[in-house]
């Protein structure tokens, strides 16, 4: 899920819509949803509107959507237990989703992955959307405006390595124009003699003035299972010379597999190529592990006038912030 930078508008990745096809929808920061009163699911009674079929009695019954609107009456118990309802978003105008595709983009999990950027260079806001299972399992990212045209697409080069998995927008050439990074968190390098597999991939395509999003670099994970791009973020500028930099989550990296977080600087000429920093999970806490499985920066929470990130270990149940 990701606001529009200017706030009007929220992109929505939904990977499992349509037989796991998944769908990205751009709803207007003012639409309002219809509010039910909080209900018990317990003993719910189905309420289906005309073009609705009804299979079978109570709360396990199969519905076959044909119209806009369905829902599930239940009755009222006592506040706080939550609400439950369902509504097609594609009928509201406020509302713009994609569509459903052909039957070969089955289970490509489009959604699975959302970020936001300006991909035309004209300041009109739009949204980058993962697909790692799309283009027959090569992986896949496209570009859209605001209202769901679709821009550019990028295909990634092996099959399996999810390309598409994670995304971040990031200017890392400073030309005030926003470049994407997509991460690839299964790549494999198969030249390779030493048995390495999941080493990950990331891939920085610049949007440039012309060519737009044809020019890319690569940085590889260096270690077996590593899976080095299953997370990104940018970092908006933390060394103050001009160019946005970005961090790289390998979250079984690091000499006990426990995570490991890599920080890479922009430059005139693109992505530097060699990281700048690299943070162990063990630098942290000994007992640390998928540290690097996600990321969030780019945001001065101490308000000391540089970015800080937030790095989440899940298998820790924890989330380290670093400033």
């Not at 999990?109 to 991909?119: A, H, I, L, P």
């Not at 990031?170 to 124009?177: K, P, S």
């Not at 780019?298 to 540089?306: I, K, Q, R, T």
């Amino acid at each position: 899920v990701y606001f529009s930078q200017d706030g009007k508008r929220l992109f929505l990745g939904a990977p499992g819509s349509r037989y796991w096809q998944g769908q990205i929808y751009s709803i207007g920061s003012s639409t309002r949803l219809t509010y039910t009163v909080p209900r018990e699911i317990a003993n719910a009674e189905v309420v289906s509107t005309p073009g609705y079929e009804s299979r079978g009695p109570g709360f396990d019954s199969r519905l076959v959507p044909r119209v806009s609107f369905q829902k599930w009456e239940l009755p009222q118990r006592s506040p706080g237990l939550g609400q439950m309802y369902s509504q097609n978003l594609d009928s509201r105008l406020d509302v713009i989703a994609t569509k459903e595709r052909e039957e070969q983009d089955d289970d490509s999990y489009m959604g699975y992955s959302v970020t936001v950027g300006d991909f035309t260079g004209d300041g009109q806001g739009g949204t980058a959307v993962g697909m790692p299972r799309g283009s027959q399992l090569l992986g896949k990212v496209l570009l859209y405006t605001w209202n769901m045209t679709n821009l550019y697409n990028l295909t990634g080069e092996q099959l399996g390595a999810y390309f598409g998995y994670s995304l971040c927008v990031v200017d890392v050439d400073g030309d005030q124009l926003d470049d994407v990074v997509v991460g690839a968190p299964m790549y494999t390098d198969l030249s390779n003699n030493e048995g390495k597999y999941d080493t990950g991939r990331i891939y920085i395509f610049y949007q440039g003035k012309q060519n737009k999003f044809q020019r890319f670099d690569v940085r590889d994970g260096k270690n077996s299972k590593c899976r080095f791009g299953l997370a990104l973020t940018s970092l908006g500028d933390i060394n103050k010379d001009g160019f946005a930099d970005f961090a790289v989550g390998a979250p079984y990296d690091g000499p006990n597999e426990r995570g490991a977080v890599y920080i890479f600087h922009g430059s005139a000429s693109g992505a530097m190529e060699k990281h700048s920093q690299i943070i162990f999970a063990e630098e942290i806490q000994a007992t640390l592990s998928t540290f690097g499985f996600s990321l969030s920066g780019g945001v001065d929470l101490d308000e000391n006038e540089y970015p800080d990130i937030v790095v989440g270990a899940y298998e820790s149940d924890t989330a380290v912030f670093l400033r």
